[in-house]
């Protein structure tokens, strides 16, 4: 069997990427089926529960406040709109509901005290919960974790050299802060990418790497083929081609053996034959349901149509049997001095985002 490693280096991972693609697949279909059942598929729902009207530039995001996009804003859902779209993402065989605020960190207020019992309600469904709200204290990821939560997502992007091209709002080291704090509460961690933005084949070794000297490794890495939107500073890139999708799936699966390779945004640019090569080289989770946050993906029953083409089940939650246990004490005492972390903002430049942002000011122009 693969061994799980923490010291790759660069030109290895690269090795491995710049390997005929026949060749790669086969590799890491091997090491797919050594670590993982290939025939269960981990369905999650990602739900917007606050969309839009985001203090951070990233150039993909069509939540950012500085951009002229068509995403209207709107305020924090309450629990019993959670608990509707969990109860209807678990009727359509999703056994995981992530939920994701456009928010640079979180607060230690009374959003975030609801966040907190939308977590416990869905938990209290019987399924897994994952939450995406941007960079979080240990406090605050404690206090999620004794609500329930299963896992935490924030993504590291791309590589540290090219992260600096896509935000110039906060630091890859918040990043990597904020994947400790998740570790630190017991939480499983989830973080992975976007290919497609630019970056360089190295760039997304380099995220590879990174990921790979985490320890343990990430339990999730979301591999995510950029969606352009119209506004964006990245509207007009080329839709990333299915051959660097399945390279990119199959190099992380080699990489990362025993993590589940989560096939993200992105899907609606493929063909069910492009996602059946990306599930035969490792992927092993799709996200359900018609959108994805704020981008298209593609419905329920084409994907459903796919699996049973392909053979494929959905996986039940908590297969594991790591299921969290609630200590309510503890997720309902909001602290009373919060802790001061200071996320840094790097505020270098970035001539696209800059000329994006003017953009959304003048829409005439
Ligand atoms: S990716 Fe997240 S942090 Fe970045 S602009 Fe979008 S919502 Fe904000």
């Known amino acids: 069997m693969s061994d799980i490693r923490h010291n790759w280096t660069k030109e290895e991972i690269l090795e491995i990427y710049n390997r005929p693609l026949i060749d790669l697949i086969y590799e890491a279909a091997k090491v797919h089926r050594e670590h993982n059942d290939p025939k269960e598929v981990q369905v999650s729902t990602l739900l917007s529960i606050k969309t839009g009207g985001c203090p951070e530039d990233c150039s993909y995001c069509p939540q950012a406040a500085r951009y002229h996009t068509d995403i209207e804003k709107n305020d924090l859902m309450t629990v019993e709109q959670v608990r509707s779209a969990a109860q209807d993402a678990k009727d359509r065989g999703s056994s995981r509901l992530c939920m994701g605020a456009a928010w640079r960190n979180v607060k230690d207020n009374d959003e975030f005290d609801q966040v907190l019992d939308m977590v416990k309600t869905v938990y209290d469904m019987d399924m897994e919960v994952c939450c995406t709200l941007g960079m979080v204290t240990e406090n605050q990821a404690k206090r999620l974790a004794a609500a329930g939560l299963y896992a935490y997502n924030h993504n590291i992007d791309s590589s540290e050299e090219y992260y600096k091209e896509v935000i110039s709002t906060r630091g890859y080291g918040d990043r990597l802060e904020t994947l400790s704090?998740?570790?630190?509460?017991?939480?499983?961690?989830?973080?992975?990418?976007?290919?497609?933005?630019?970056?360089?084949?190295?760039?997304?070794?380099?995220?590879?790497?990174?990921?790979?000297?985490?320890?343990?490794?990430?339990?999730?890495?979301?591999?995510?083929?950029?969606?352009?939107?119209?506004?964006?500073?990245?509207?007009?890139?080329?839709?990333?081609?299915?051959?660097?999708?399945?390279?990119?799936?199959?190099?992380?699966?080699?990489?990362?053996?025993?993590?589940?390779?989560?096939?993200?945004?992105?899907?609606?640019?493929?063909?069910?034959?492009?996602?059946?090569?990306?599930?035969?080289?490792?992927?092993?989770?799709?996200?359900?349901?018609?959108?994805?946050?704020?981008?298209?993906?593609?419905?329920?029953?084409?994907?459903?149509?796919?699996?049973?083409?392909?053979?494929?089940?959905?996986k039940a939650p908590y297969k594991k049997g790591d299921k969290p246990q609630i200590d309510e004490a503890a997720y309902k005492a909001r602290p009373e001095n919060a802790e001061k972390i200071k996320w840094s903002r790097p505020g270098h430049t970035i001539e696209k985002n800059v000329a994006a942002s003017k953009k959304a000011k003048t829409p005439n122009a």
Request: proline content about 7%; some cysteine.
């Open 181 to 314: 704090n998740v570790r630190k509460a017991k939480l499983t961690v989830c973080s992975g990418g976007i290919i497609g933005m630019g970056e360089s084949a190295e760039d997304r070794c380099g995220m590879l790497l990174t990921l790979s000297c985490l320890n343990p490794h990430p339990e999730s890495v979301p591999i995510n083929g950029l969606v352009p939107v119209a506004g964006t500073p990245m509207g007009e890139q080329e839709i990333v081609s299915i051959w660097d999708m399945v390279r990119m799936i199959a190099v992380t699966r080699i990489v990362l053996p025993d993590t589940t390779v989560r096939l993200s945004a992105g899907r609606t640019q493929m063909t069910d034959e492009g996602q059946a090569l990306c599930f035969l080289a490792g992927a092993g989770s799709i996200f359900a349901g018609d959108k994805l946050l704020t981008t298209p993906n593609p419905e329920f029953n084409k994907d459903m149509a796919l699996f049973s083409a392909l053979g494929l089940t959905p």
